[in-house]
């Protein structure tokens, strides 16, 4: 059986020794501000804390032990004394604001305590924040708030001085790798998307993404059209690279993918084939490795990176492709 408050001690293990602390040491701030990444568990972590706080038959003294009812009703978002903001369209809004001030005006309901989560505390409109500012400044005992944000520069300074900040790391490549399988995404797909982004979101939404998935077929195409001699190289770019990689962003995440596939034929060469971007060319890519040196494989991948700052200097795209081409192949150099 699965314990919700291990997995987080494994994805956020400073944060929630601090949690752990207070909660041991009952000095649970009145006010919290969770800053991190999406899909580094902010939400997901502000719940198990309220749970520590209800909890009827907590383990070791603070980890909620998932089964009480405060727990069970808190798990199905029904608990009377917990109470989650989330943006109306666009943004938090005054009113929501003032209608939490008025349920924590009522006597708790289950427990002493009385908790509320606000979901993109970035997003309060002007008035709401500063209708918060006031129930901050003027806290009721056994209450605890949680403010979770992905941007706190975007959170008034006077807020987030009267809240504890606890800052997410992002999750590690490995991880996201991992929690991407979990959701039934391919091994083949989980790790190549898991080298493109850390955040869970984006990683779910690229790897679910078929013009993603016929980018990566697109470039392991020229990719093998590079070995193929020149010609077939540029057939290969010329007739699927710019038909398929229209926009200079979806340019420079073919570039990403070229890097990727040198990279995994460094891991190769250097006994390190655990954690490839493509495992499933592991083979493939083996049997290239023996017919490249280093200092042969540091300079294709100082060719793309020098590609990729051109594009962003605007360059012209299929004129770059076309010169990246030719140096990858000891033609000429940049001009």
Known sequence: MSNPWKEAE????????????????????HAYLFEGDPGTGKKETALL?????????????????????????????????LHVI?????????????????EFKKTAVESGWKVYIINQA???????????????????????????TEQSSLVLPTILSRCQQL?????????????????????????????????????????????????????????????????????????????HFKEKQQVSLALDLFVLIHRDLLSIMTGEEKGLAFPDRLASFQQDALHLSAEALADRMAFILEAKRKLSRNMNQQLLMEQLLLKLQGGHAFV
């Open 49 to 81: 804390f309220a749970k520590s706080l209800f909890c009827r038959e907590p383990l070791d003294g603070y980890q909620p032990c998932g089964a009480c009812i405060n727990c069970r009703r808190i798990q199905n978002g029904n608990h009377p004394d």
């Open 86 to 102: 989330e943006p109306d369209g666009l943004s938090i809004k005054k009113e929501q604001i003032q209608f939490l001030q008025q």
């Open 167 to 243: 800052t997410f790391r992002p999750i590690d490549s490995s991880e996201l790798k991992q929690r991407l399988i979990e959701e039934e995404i391919n091994v083949p797909m989980a790790s190549i998307v898991s080298k493109l982004t850390n955040h869970l979101d984006e990683a779910l939404q690229l790897a679910q993404d078929e013009w993603f998935a016929q980018a990566r077929l697109v470039v392991l195409k020229l990719y093998e059209g590079l070995k193929g001699g020149r010609l077939s190289a540029i057939v290969s770019l010329s007739e699927e690279f710019h038909s």
């Open 122 to 148: 970035d997003k309060m409109t002007a008035s709401a924040a500063n209708s918060l500012l006031k129930f901050l400044e003027e806290p009721s005992a056994r209450t605890a708030a949680f403010l979770l």
């Open 10 to 29: 494994g994805r956020q293990p400073i944060v929630m020794r601090m949690i752990e602390n207070s909660l041991l040491r009952d000095r649970v701030a």
